[in-house]
C-alpha cells in the first residue's frame, strides 16, 4: 500500500509538471516560497543623486586650426598620452585633395619616423602611383598616433579616438577620404571595412562634405594577395567622379 501511495504522489507531480509545461510556464519566479498575498513591503524613496555635469563635445577641447591640431595631436591631451612608443604625426599638405587615414602606426614606422613604412608602405606607395598620387601630394594620417599594444584600438578609447579623426577630416577638408582596413572604416563610416567597401560614402563635416572609399589595408594585401584585384576597384573608386 506504501509503495502505491508513492506511486500515486509521483504521477500527481509528474501531471502537475506536464500541466504547467502545456501552460507555457518553463522558468521558475524565485527559488525560495513567496507569500504572494502579503503586504508589500514599502521601500523608502532614496534622495535623487545631484545632476551630474555634461561632459563637454570631444571636438570642443581639439584645436580648429589644422597646423595647431597637429602639435595638439602629439602632446598630453590625447587617450594615447600613457601608451608606450612614439607618436606619428600626420604628413603631407595641409591642404591636401587626397587623405588617407590608417589605424595606427607599424612596428617598423617608430623607428622610421613615418606612417606605412616597410613591405606594407612600399605596396602603399605603388598604389598611389598606380593612381597618380604620391606621399607628397595626399595627407595621411592614423586613427591611434601611437601603435596599440595589441595593435588593435582599445574599445575603451575607440569613441574618443574617432572623435579626433573625425575632426582631422574636417579640418583638412579633402575631396576624398581613403581608409585602409577596419578601424579607420569604424572610425569615419561606423560601420566595418568588408561591408562599407565597394561604394563612395559621403562623410558630412564642417567644411562640407567628403567622398568616402574604404578598402583592404596593405599589411592585408601582402598576406592575401588575391584580395589586390579588389582593392584595386576601390581605388578606382576614389579617383572616379562622385
Not at 502505491?4 to 504521477?11: E, T, V
Not at 585633395?97 to 606607395?125: H, I, N, R, Y
Not at 575603451?156 to 573625425?166: G, H, K, N, V
Not at 582596413?181 to 568588408?194: D, I
Request: proline letters at 8%; hydrophobic letters at 50%; charged letters at 20%.
Amino acid at each position: 500500500m506504501g509503495a502505491d501511495q508513492h506511486s500515486d504522489w509521483l504521477a500527481g507531480v509528474a501531471s502537475a509538471l506536464d500541466w504547467w509545461q502545456e501552460a507555457g510556464v518553463d522558468t521558475l519566479v524565485a527559488d525560495t516560497p513567496r507569500d504572494w498575498l502579503a503586504e508589500p513591503m514599502v521601500v523608502p524613496a532614496m534622495p535623487a543623486p545631484a545632476p551630474a555635469l555634461a561632459a563637454a563635445p570631444a571636438a570642443a577641447t581639439m584645436p580648429d586650426r589644422i597646423a595647431d591640431f597637429i602639435a595638439w595631436r602629439a602632446g598630453d591631451a590625447v587617450p594615447e598620452v600613457s601608451w608606450r612608443g612614439i607618436s606619428i604625426a600626420a604628413s603631407g599638405p595641409h591642404d591636401a585633395a587626397v587623405m588617407v587615414l590608417v589605424d595606427c602606426p607599424d612596428k617598423e614606422d617608430g623607428e622610421a619616423g613615418t606612417l606605412l613604412s616597410g613591405q606594407a608602405g612600399a605596396l602603399f606607395d605603388r598604389m598611389l602611383a598606380a593612381i597618380g598620387l604620391s606621399r607628397e601630394t595626399i595627407h595621411l594620417a592614423a586613427v591611434c598616433a601611437k601603435r596599440p599594444v595589441a595593435g588593435r584600438m582599445p574599445p575603451d578609447t575607440e569613441t574618443r579616438l574617432s572623435a579626433i579623426a573625425q575632426h582631422h577630416v574636417g579640418l583638412v577638408a579633402p575631396q576624398r577620404l581613403l581608409l585602409l582596413g577596419n578601424a579607420a572604416s569604424r572610425a569615419v563610416l561606423g560601420a566595418e571595412m568588408p561591408a562599407a567597401r565597394g561604394s563612395l560614402h559621403s562623410f558630412n563635416h564642417r567644411s562640407g562634405k567628403t567622398g568616402v572609399v574604404a578598402t583592404f589595408h596593405p599589411r592585408f594585401l601582402l598576406e592575401k594577395p588575391v584580395a589586390k584585384a579588389e582593392a584595386w576597384k576601390d581605388l578606382q573608386l576614389l579617383i572616379g567622379p562622385a
